[in-house]
């Protein structure tokens, strides 16, 4: 599986960031850093997990991020979702694509 990582990274010259999740943990012993051991215990985190190691075991150029929540908004704004701060970060919200976020929050 890992051999289609390696192909785009040579014929790309790319760089893979893979979204992960906090789920990888059981919850029992947070907050988590990196290079604590995963205890997956859903079959999500699972295979949240199986893809990290098989991107560290291709060897390619990559991050992973395991963030909290990848998209939706929790009910008092206290935190962002990665997906709205990464493009609040890099300055990539524009007036279309803020028309487009607020309709899918009000879904």
Do not use: C
């Not at 051999?3 to 010259?13: A, I, K, L, M, R």
């Not at 029992?28 to 893809?51: Q, W």
């Amino acid at each position: 599986m890992y051999q289609h990582f390696t192909w785009g990274e040579q014929n790309y010259n790319s760089h893979l960031v893979h979204l992960s999740t906090d789920f990888v943990f059981d919850g029992r012993n947070g907050p988590y850093v990196e290079t604590d051991e995963p205890n997956p215990l859903s079959f999500y985190a699972h295979t949240k997990y199986e893809g990290e190691k098989l991107i560290e075991k291709s060897g390619i150029s990559a991050a992973i991020l395991r963030t909290i929540i990848i998209y939706g908004v929790v009910d008092d704004n206290s935190r962002s979702n990665v997906v709205l701060w990464a493009l609040n970060s890099f300055g990539i919200i524009n007036q279309s694509l803020s028309s487009t976020i607020n309709f899918v929050r009000q879904l």
